[in-house]
């Protein structure tokens, strides 16, 4: 839950460039969703079974956990080109 909370926090700040702070958002916002998700299947195993979903409810979260990599995954790729960028001189963001 630590992440989910870091996720929030990072909703308040930034300092991303106008154009990326959509972005960004839009990104911490999915993870926090995720975060619940993955929260509500452990705490309700039986849920995806009920919802209609035939995959063990492991399966479920590992799926949830593999799409809020990629996210990270992204979201550290902003991160860096947004660094490199500043480095050599040209425009943030």
Do not use: C
Request: glycine share 16%.
């Amino acid at each position: 839950m630590l992440g989910a909370f870091e996720a929030a926090h990072g909703l308040v700040g930034g300092g991303w460039s106008p154009g990326r702070q959509a972005l960004v958002g839009a990104i911490r916002v999915l993870t926090i969703g995720l975060y619940f998700l993955i929260a509500v299947v452990g705490l309700s195993p039986e849920l995806p079974e009920k919802l209609g979903i035939e995959m063990d409810p492991l399966a479920v979260e590992a799926v949830l956990v593999t799409a809020m990599i990629v996210l990270g995954a992204n979201f550290v790729w902003l991160s860096f080109f947004k660094e490199a960028a500043r480095a050599e001189g040209g425009r943030p963001g």
